[in-house]
């Protein structure tokens, strides 16, 4: 039996937001935000943040692997 050994580099790339969009409204109204992500890693899941700009809290969502697109929203 002979022992050998090699190293390995592993690369995370950090997911892609692209194709952003939202919608402007009247005070009251709903505004909606898409996207889209892309990941190489297929097992990924995704948190992501958004600040509305109206004074709440940011709003967290959690998005399960394999997530390609968002749609939210917000009153």
């Known amino acids: 039996f002979t022992a050998a050994s090699k ?3 592993v690369n995370n790339l950090a997911p892609v937001l692209s194709n952003l969009s ?3 409204v009247q005070e009251g109204g709903t505004s909606v935000l898409t996207g889209n992500i892309s990941d ?3 097992q ?3 948190i992501l943040v958004v600040n509305w700009g109206d ?3 940011n709003e967290t969502i959690n998005l399960p692997a394999g997530t ?3 749609e939210l929203r917000h009153t």
Do not use: I, P
């Open 55 to 57: 004074g709440t809290a």
């Open 68 to 70: 390609q697109s968002f």
């Open 7 to 9: 190293s390995v580099t």
């Open 22 to 24: 939202a919608t402007t």
């Open 40 to 42: 190489g890693g297929t």
């Open 44 to 46: 990924d899941s995704f």
